[in-house]
């Protein structure tokens, strides 16, 4: 099975799904019809209800292959049963097998452990704070006026299982449990190949994985661009055109009607942007998922992803930053305080998830000690770390980063179900219902 365009297909049906069955006249006749079991038909409850089986399956992975056939990761037993040439015919290269290229250094093996962990701790949070709120919002009104929050507050739900998913990828290149090909009799170089293959199959999943986490991200943010234009409407409508309406032209009235418009749009220009390379990141990467699911194309498609991954990531990053700045600004105005109470306070952690989410993995690579640090280097001339330091290569980088995003979901959770106690958006009806 294709894990990453599975679940780019779900994530795209279900952000579709609630985005045409969130008007009232749709709540209003699914009650009608449906009575007491409508609730059972609404969107977070399938995509809950999917996320839940996710998630399980995923632990229960973790459960029976990391934390007793492998006994917690120990390193004798999965380098004897899965990373010894002469009983499993693995093609491992010089460095992968006499050198430390697939250690797992001791901090790094508990803190991968320990992640899971973290991350049930997590999605029983955050899915608290979501079924809490729906219940607390129950009327079709209200369904529609909250679609922002159960989005916000659900967030780390994706994230924490994606996240997970990708370090179940990066173990089994670690562990050498990727390992499944038959190679026995085999020339060296052969079993080489396929383990390049296989490794490559490996962190492209892992890649992609992480990928449909930060998709939902920019679902979230077009969310709260979306509630910031319709309150900037009022606003920007009160200055410029209601005030002396009857007075004007029809000429008059349609060019700052206009350039109301285009006030409102340069308002969320930071937001649109980081929403836009995102859909162009998220298409890509729909594609490359795609032309994966032939195993006879990753030797072409895997060098395409890493480039591609090389040209965006920085772009994305100067988008993230611009947008968090911009979520801070507008929250800043009243009108959009009138709207979301404690707008800023209630999306730091969400801001936070999304500078981590993009910026994390390339602070890790400044540490490569494979490709000579700089920033070990510098440690090491101010005598911050002395002597020979710890393999850390891309490998451990990647097993790092999803690790701790699983501990970084769950501050986020905290902090969500802590600032998000409070029972209502804000005070004023909007045009439209929360969502792009």
Same mark, same amino acid.
């Given at each position: 099975?294709?894990?990453?365009?599975?679940?780019?297909?779900?994530?795209?049906?279900?952000?579709?799904?609630?985005?045409?069955?969130?008007?009232?006249?749709? $709540?209003?006749?699914? =009650?009608?019809?449906?009575?007491?079991?409508?609730?059972?038909?609404?969107?977070?409850?399938?995509?809950?209800?999917?996320?839940?089986?996710?998630?399980?399956? =995923?632990?229960?992975?973790?459960?029976?292959?990391?934390?007793?056939?492998?006994?917690?990761?120990?390193?004798? $037993?999965?380098?004897?049963?899965?990373?010894?040439?002469?009983?499993?015919?693995?093609?491992?290269?010089?460095?992968?097998?006499? !050198?430390? @290229?697939?250690?797992?250094?001791?901090?790094?093996?508990?803190?991968?452990?320990?992640?899971?962990?973290?991350?049930?701790?997590?999605?029983?949070?955050?899915?608290?704070? =979501?079924?809490?709120?729906?219940?607390?919002?129950?009327?079709?009104?209200?369904?529609?006026?909250?679609?922002?929050?159960?989005? +916000?507050?659900?967030?780390?739900?994706?994230?924490?299982?994606?996240?997970?998913?990708?370090?179940?990828?990066?173990?089994?290149?670690?562990?050498?449990? *990727?390992?499944?090909?038959?190679? $026995?009799?085999?020339?060296? *170089?052969?079993?080489?190949?396929?383990?390049?293959?296989?490794?490559?199959?490996?962190?492209?999943?892992?890649?992609?994985?992480?990928?449909?986490?930060?998709?939902?991200?920019?679902?979230?943010?077009?969310?709260? !661009?979306?509630?910031?234009?319709?309150?900037?409407?009022?606003?920007?409508?009160?200055?410029?055109?209601?005030?002396?309406?009857?007075? %004007?032209?029809?000429?008059?009235?349609?060019?700052?009607?206009?350039?109301?418009?285009? %006030?409102?749009?340069?308002?969320? %220009?930071?937001?649109?942007?980081?929403?836009?390379?995102?859909?162009?990141?998220?298409?890509?990467?729909?594609?490359?998922?795609?032309?994966?699911?032939? /195993?006879? #194309?990753?030797? +072409?498609?895997?060098?395409?992803? &890493?480039?591609?991954?090389?040209?965006?990531?920085?772009?994305?990053?100067?988008?993230?930053?611009?947008?968090?700045?911009?979520?801070?600004?507008?929250?800043?105005?009243?009108?959009?305080?009138? @709207?979301?109470?404690?707008?800023?306070?209630?999306? #730091?952690?969400?801001?936070?998830?999304?500078?981590?989410?993009?910026?994390?993995?390339?602070?890790?690579?400044?540490?490569? &000690?494979?490709?000579?640090?700089?920033? @070990?280097?510098?440690?090491?001339?101010?005598?911050?770390?002395?002597?020979?330091?710890?393999?850390?290569?891309?490998?451990?980088?990647?097993?790092?980063?999803?690790?701790?995003?699983?501990?970084?979901?769950?501050?986020?959770?905290?902090?969500?179900?802590?600032?998000?106690?409070?029972?209502?958006? !804000?005070?004023?009806?909007?045009? $439209? /219902?929360?969502?792009?």
């Amino acid at each position: 099975m294709n894990e990453p365009l599975v679940s780019w297909t779900f994530l795209i049906v279900v952000l579709v799904w609630g985005s045409c069955t969130r008007s009232i006249e749709y $709540q209003q006749g699914l =009650t009608r019809k449906c009575g007491k079991f409508a609730p059972f038909l609404q969107w977070y409850f399938v995509a809950g209800f999917c996320l839940l089986l996710f998630f399980t399956r =995923t632990l229960w992975d973790v459960i029976r292959f990391e934390y007793i056939h492998m006994n917690f990761l120990n390193p004798d $037993q999965y380098k004897e049963q899965h990373l010894d040439p002469d009983k499993t015919h693995i093609g491992l290269s010089h460095d992968e097998q006499y !050198g430390n @290229v697939l250690t797992i250094p001791s901090f790094l093996r508990w803190i991968s452990l320990l992640s899971p962990i973290a991350g049930l701790f997590t999605f029983g949070l955050a899915s608290y704070s =979501t079924v809490q709120h729906i219940l607390a919002h129950e009327t079709v009104v209200e369904r529609g006026m909250e679609f922002l929050r159960t989005v +916000v507050v659900g967030m780390p739900l994706v994230f924490v299982a994606m996240s997970l998913r990708a370090t179940i990828r990066e173990w089994a290149v670690m562990t050498g449990t *990727a390992w499944t090909a038959d190679c $026995q009799g085999q020339a060296p *170089a052969v079993c080489q190949g396929m383990w390049e293959d296989i490794k490559a199959a490996e962190i492209a999943t892992y890649e992609q994985d992480l990928q449909v986490a930060s998709a939902f991200q920019f679902f979230a943010v077009g969310c709260f !661009g979306q509630v910031c234009k319709e309150a900037l409407k009022v606003m920007v409508n009160n200055n410029n055109i209601n005030n002396n309406d009857d007075q %004007l032209s029809d000429d008059v009235r349609n060019r700052r009607r206009r350039d109301s418009s285009i %006030l409102r749009q340069l308002a969320v %220009l930071g937001l649109g942007a980081f929403v836009a390379l995102g859909i162009v990141k998220t298409v890509v990467n729909i594609i490359i998922a795609m032309i994966s699911s032939d /195993p006879d #194309n990753l030797p +072409v498609i895997e060098p395409i992803q &890493t480039k591609i991954i090389k040209i965006l990531d920085p772009v994305f990053l100067c988008a993230t930053v611009l947008s968090v700045v911009n979520m801070f600004l507008l929250a800043q105005i009243e009108e959009v305080k009138a @709207v979301l109470p404690g707008a800023n306070t209630k999306f #730091n952690a969400t801001r936070a998830l999304l500078l981590i989410g993009q910026g994390q993995l390339s602070v890790l690579r400044a540490f490569d &000690t494979s490709k000579g640090s700089p920033a @070990v280097n510098a440690l090491q001339h101010f005598n911050i770390i002395q002597g020979d330091t710890v393999y850390f290569g891309i490998h451990q980088i990647r097993l790092l980063h999803s690790s701790l995003l699983c501990f970084e979901c769950l501050i986020v959770a905290i902090l969500n179900h802590i600032v998000w106690m409070d029972k209502k958006v !804000g005070n004023r009806d909007l045009e $439209q /219902p929360l969502n792009p």
